[in-house]
């Protein structure tokens, strides 16, 4: 099979968007069908789609992956297309399905289309062969192949025979390159396609993927299904021994549905549409309610909600639910190319089901359900406590209190600066009162708040949310922020322009890290989201020689420095910012340059760091340790 380099590139202009073709377009604006363009990854995801499409048809059970670079290849033991087969406008079903808009197998005669594909509708294919420098295609079927070869993605030429090879009697085979001019990297993000095909061979049991990335080889293979993914998501945190489960088929209608409670304080929804995981819809929206009624009717039959009390909220109901659903229907609406946000979805086969077997298991597992009322009613409970913690918080004023206007008191933990408009602050969170004393003088006064952290910080993934609230520490941070908490966050009414985590390069330092990173991320997203949160590069090691200091901020640094210097040096390991001279602190830590944007991934990863570290499950942080046991300081030789 040719590979194909790209030679001369096409150039589009805005002045010309309404006379360009759909391959001009794709080009112009990849975003709109490819969505993230920083990997290549969607381009997999739409080639992809088409092999489980046929194992969902029952044509095939194993789909290759070969990834090198830039280059892919997938390979599908399915039916294969209808070879030779030659439309209206002269070009055959394979080639139409590789280059025009709009042109899918899955779309009936009336224009409707019946697919359950995680690709794009109708465009998926198309996406992945305007997007690359080359791409072939192969199928065979009925004992006869047709080949095709696309540049730049344009037709190119064509071939066909006779296939002789019995082994493989029908499927097919796609392979491309990514184009660099439409990709930040052009190599797909290989963690998230292995959480994808994991992901897929759960939805989809007797699937199975063999992925070999760059000559390293792994299969994905699922023997229980959504419980797979399940067991997954809970990791030793169930609280229940009979989980809810319910596996519904109607004409073309699928829903797979497992659900169980955890010890954790918030829920999880995992809900899948046609393989793809979504953000919203009704889906959703109404799975929720259903839910939430139901064990509100069944708790009053049961007399554990009173006839006074009111019914419990969604939030109390769902604390510590883990649910993982994959809904699999034609004539889906959403509301882009790339299928996150579902717009149109007929929920009513689906609900009436949930309900029918959640009645059943309500009656046949009272003991369990027992244990998620006490949990929904402790969450009331909880959350009412939060209320009034969170009004005390941002200095809102009990009833008694009523005309009273708060005035916000905070410990003597808090600097603030000469600047009162929030775009010209900052708020510096900085470890240790000595640190803090340093940093008051080498911070700049008129825009750097100081609020200095003692002693390690409360977990915010094993704590109540009351008694989250009730913690000075964050207590203060939420009400010098000024923008709420949880929910109720308001990023418009920020105080300060960024938050600034300032700690030593030490293992209390990165305790601290972790934990309020984590805290910002399952309380503040949005202040992630807007890039506002960052922390502040300190220093490993300080170098003295001839009279002068030097500071390294990594092993590979002070290997670096040791190349660049000769003679002989005193080698210090920093032990904390609070040893730092006033003027040394602000000119190895305090300057913009050493800060260092936390992201959305950054603080997720974070975020599940602590759940292995301080959860309860004991393999997942044994495993973690002997992965990076070098890195830890440990030896198992």
Not at 173 to 180: F, H
Not at 505 to 523: Q, V, W
Not at 600 to 621: C, F, H, N, Q, W
Request: one cysteine or more.
């Amino acid at each position: 099979m040719g590979v194909y380099i790209m030679e001369d590139k096409k150039l589009y202009k805005e002045d010309s968007i309404e006379s360009l073709s759909p391959l001009a377009f794709t080009r112009l604006r990849p975003q709109v069908y490819a969505g993230d363009c920083s990997y290549s990854t969607q381009l997999v995801v739409e080639i992809i789609s088409n092999a489980v499409d046929e194992f969902r048809l029952g044509h095939g059970n194993l789909i290759n992956v070969t990834i090198n670079d830039s280059t892919v290849i997938v390979e599908d033991f399915g039916q294969g297309f209808l070879v030779n087969s030659v439309r209206e406008d002269g070009k055959t079903i394979l080639e139409a399905a590789f280059s025009v808009l709009n042109t899918s197998g899955k779309y009936r005669e009336d224009g409707t289309y019946e697919g359950t594909s995680l690709g794009s509708f109708g465009i998926g294919s198309k996406i992945t062969t305007y997007l690359s420098h080359w791409l072939e295609v192969i199928t065979h079927r009925d004992g006869q192949y047709e080949h095709l070869w696309f540049r730049e993605g344009e037709f190119d030429k064509r071939d066909a025979g006779k296939w002789d090879n019995k082994e493989t009697p029908s499927g097919t085979l796609v392979q491309w390159q990514a184009s660099e001019e439409f990709f930040t990297d052009p190599k797909p993000e290989m963690e998230k396609l292995k959480k994808l095909f994991k992901t897929i061979v759960c939805l989809c049991p007797g699937l199975t993927i063999k992925l070999n990335d760059n000559g390293k080889k792994t299969e994905f293979f699922s023997k229980n299904g959504l419980m797979d993914l399940l067991d997954e998501g809970v990791k030793g945190k169930e609280i229940l021994k009979n989980r809810f489960s319910i596996n519904f088929s109607e004409d073309k209608n699928k829903l797979d549905l497992a659900l169980t409670y955890t010890n954790n304080y918030s829920s999880t929804i995992v809900p899948y549409v046609n393989t793809g995981l979504t953000e919203a819809g009704p889906h959703i929206t109404q799975i929720k309610t259903l839910l939430t009624r139901e064990f509100n009717k069944f708790f009053r039959e049961k007399g554990w909600l009173k006839d006074k009390d009111e019914n419990l909220s969604g939030d109390d109901c769902q604390e510590g639910m883990y649910l993982v659903f994959n809904i699999t229907a034609p004539n889906i609406g959403y509301d882009a190319q790339v299928k996150s946000r579902v717009t149109k979805l007929d929920m009513k086969p689906f609900t009436q089901a949930i309900a029918e077997e959640l009645q059943y298991w309500f009656t046949t597992n009272e003991k369990e359900i027992k244990s998620i009322a006490d949990k929904a009613l402790n969450a009331r409970k909880a959350r009412e406590a939060a209320r009034k913690a969170r009004e005390a918080a941002r200095g809102i004023k009990t009833k008694k209190e009523t005309g009273l206007k708060a005035k916000m008191k905070l410990s003597n933990k808090f600097i603030d600066c000469g600047n009162r408009s929030p775009k010209d602050r900052n708020l510096l969170l900085v470890e240790g009162l000595s640190a803090g004393a340093s940093a008051v003088e080498a911070r700049n006064p008129k825009t750097d708040c100081i609020y200095m952290l003692r002693g390690k910080i409360i977990s915010p993934l094993k704590t109540a949310i009351d008694k989250l609230l009730s913690n000075q520490e964050m207590s203060d941070i939420i009400r010098i922020l000024g923008g709420g908490f949880g929910k109720d966050f308001d990023i418009s009414k920020l105080t300060v322009d960024k938050v600034v985590i300032t700690a030593d390069a030490d293992s209390d330092g990165a305790d601290i890290e972790l934990m309020l990173i984590t805290f910002f991320y399952t309380y503040m997203r949005p202040l992630i989201e807007a890039g506002k949160l960052y922390r502040a590069v300190t220093p490993l090691y300080i170098i003295r020689q001839k009279g002068k200091e030097y500071y390294c901020y990594s092993d590979n640094e002070l290997e670096e420095w040791k190349k660049n210097h000769s003679g002989s040096y005193d080698l210090l390991r920093a032990k904390g910012l609070g040893e730092l001279n006033p003027e040394d602190l602000q000119k190895v830590c305090f300057m913009n340059e050493r800060y260092k944007r936390i992201t959305i991934s950054d603080a997720k990863a974070t975020t599940e760091l602590l759940e292995i570290l301080m959860g309860s499950a004991v393999e997942p942080r044994k495993q973690y340790i002997y992965d990076n046991a070098e890195e830890l300081g440990f030896n198992f030789e």
